[in-house]
């Protein structure tokens, strides 16, 4: 069923379940700590991957913290993933062994309703299968991560790894990337449009190096006023520091566009003033309850309110051939496994420039 070729990988090891390491969660309150299962066997149209690199996101930690609701423990988290192809299914056509690919959010779904063939998987009638806590489509077994050694996707949701990229910071690319660049293509950013993000993490630095390879104007709207000069180094021509009310007063109906990044449940009325005419605020971070907002800071000026999630097959595969091309990567820092416990307080401190990526070649 399965046909290899990198030596240390049999066809023997490939058509029965692979033993697999990784880091997980037990429960909310506990820390990750290192786990062992199961890989399964190959499937017909499968690629199995030895990962070399995992971005750290906060979805994440919402996930394992038990910040959202339906989380299934134990809990192995990841979905920025960058790795080698070590076999394939005798099924698979588009991935050879040897290739160096990526897999971001998703790692299945029905492939024939109307959503997956318009190449928008995310919103697969069935449910597209997520790349970590999600059931699997045939054994209804809790799917697990990229902060593991391997892992073993269907072909489609495999993305390529464009000849010549950095593959140590590829992998943020696949969820904080993707997820930035899915609404500036939506909403047509480019060259005059004057657009804002809100929050410099992960997501917002993202927002900011693709929004100015747009073209766009681009304002950092930030609560940490030492990310000033980051924030311009990474591609913004301005920057506004939110808790400043004279900044945020005097920036009234001056965008275009403002992507919203901001983690938690907020109070949104603030931004939507900034918005001018016809603007639109987008929202990708807070997947969360939030505050009430005044009608009137829609009607007046015409403005709309929306959101966004991560961006299909497809899209993700444009968006990596862009930066490709653009030479855009994320600001990394890279960590070794065994400190992932203390990345997520960084994480929460709001203390990492800006996204930490797993070298896996330290060992897990
Ligand atoms: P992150 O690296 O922690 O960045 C979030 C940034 O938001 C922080 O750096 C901070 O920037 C700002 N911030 C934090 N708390 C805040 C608060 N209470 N009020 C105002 N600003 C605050 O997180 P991330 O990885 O970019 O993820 C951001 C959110 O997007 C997460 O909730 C994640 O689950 C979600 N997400 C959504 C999708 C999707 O498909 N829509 C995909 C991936 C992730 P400043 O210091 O500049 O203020
Ligand atoms: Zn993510």
């Known amino acids: 069923m399965a046909t290899t070729a990198e030596p240390g990988t049999t066809s023997e090891a490939t058509n029965r ?5 990784g880091w997980g969660s037990d429960a909310a309150d506990q820390p990750l700590r290192p786990m062992e299962f199961e890989r399964r066997a190959l499937r017909p149209d499968d690629v199995a ?4 690199y995992a971005g750290i996101c906060h979805s994440d930690l919402h996930t394992v913290r038990g910040d959202w609701p339906g989380t299934v423990y134990p809990c192995i988290p990841g979905h920025e993933i960058v790795g080698r192809v ?3 299914g005798n099924e698979v056509t588009r991935h ?3 290739d160096t690919v990526a897999v971001g959010c998703m790692v299945d779904s029905c492939m024939a309703c109307d959503q997956c063939l318009a190449g928008w998987e995310v919103f697969c009638r069935e449910g597209c ?3 970590y806590n999600s059931p699997d489509r045939h054994t209804g077994e809790n799917t697990k991560g990229g902060y593991t050694d391997h892992i073993v996707v269907r072909d489609h949701f495999v993305l390529k790894v464009p000849e010549g990229m950095d593959e140590a910071r590829v992998a943020p690319l696949l969820c904080a990337g993707i997820t930035t660049y899915s609404p500036l293509r939506q909403y047509g950013v480019g060259t005059g449009t004057k657009m804002a993000v809100v929050g410099l993490g992960g997501l917002g630095h993202m927002g900011v190096k693709i929004g100015h390879a747009l073209g766009a104007h681009v304002t950092m709207i930030t609560t940490t006023p030492s990310k000033g000069n980051d924030a311009r180094e990474l591609g913004a021509d301005d920057v506004i520091i939110s808790t400043d009310a004279k900044q945020m007063e005097e920036a009234a109906t001056r965008f275009d566009f403002i992507l919203n990044t901001i983690p938690v449940g907020h109070e949104i009325g603030p931004y939507l003033e900034l918005l001018g005419r016809a603007g639109r605020m987008v929202i990708v971070g807070a997947i969360s309850p939030m505050p009430g907002f005044h009608a009137r800071d829609l009607i007046w000026w015409n403005r709309a309110v929306g959101g966004s999630a991560i961006g299909g097959i497809p899209e993700t595969q444009e968006m990596l051939d862009f930066c490709a091309e653009k030479g855009i990567y994320p600001d990394v820092e890279f960590i070794e496994m065994r400190q992932i416990n203390e990345a997520y307080e960084r994480l929460i401190r709001n203390d ?3 996204r930490f990526v797993v070298d896996m070649s330290k060992g897990l």
Do not use: E, F, L, M
Request: aromatic letters at 4%.
């Open 129 to 131: 299968t997520q790349t």
């Open 352 to 354: 990492v420039r800006y």
């Open 96 to 98: 050879r062994v040897g």
């Open 86 to 88: 070590t076999a394939i």
């Open 49 to 52: 991957i030895k990962i070399t």
């Open 17 to 21: 379940p692979t033993p697999a390491k």
